[in-house]
């Protein structure tokens, strides 16, 4: 893993989500749910799916409710609970992870 390449990826995507949050807008699909690691979206025929975005799809308040009453379950067949969050919420959680990613990742290039 070249570390100056993941910083600077890093640094982009924070830049992003930050751009993403920076304006507060009403919007009709607001939510965001994530099962485990992962966060739900549709196919391009809305059948319902987990993946790993980094702009994860956005729900209205009657398809999360639709999407909670499905079960999900991991590779060991233990059901996950989805979690909602706002679109604000979801982004400010993953800012945060970056940033102490980024001072772990910092800290390493001066150990070098």
């Given amino acids: 893993m070249n570390i100056k390449n993941t910083i600077k990826e890093l640094e982009e ?3 992003s989500y930050i751009s993403e949050i920076a304006y507060p807008c009403l ?3 607001p939510y965001i749910v994530e ?3 992962l966060t ?3 196919t391009d025929t809305g059948v319902v799916i987990v993946e790993n975005r980094n702009f994860p799809m956005q729900f ?3 398809a999360v409710n639709s999407i909670l009453s499905m079960t999900f379950r ?3 067949d233990v059901v996950v609970t989805p979690v909602v969050y706002r679109k604000n ?3 400010s959680k993953q800012i945060e992870s970056i940033t ?3 001072e772990v990742f910092r800290q390493k290039m001066e150990e070098l």
């Fill in 13 to 15: 995507r924070m830049k």
């Fill in 60 to 62: 209205s308040k009657s």
């Fill in 74 to 76: 991991n590779c060991n």
């Fill in 100 to 102: 102490r990613v980024l």
């Fill in 89 to 91: 919420q979801w982004y």
């Fill in 27 to 29: 919007e009709n699909t």
């Fill in 40 to 42: 739900v979206g549709t």
């Fill in 35 to 37: 099962v485990g690691a």
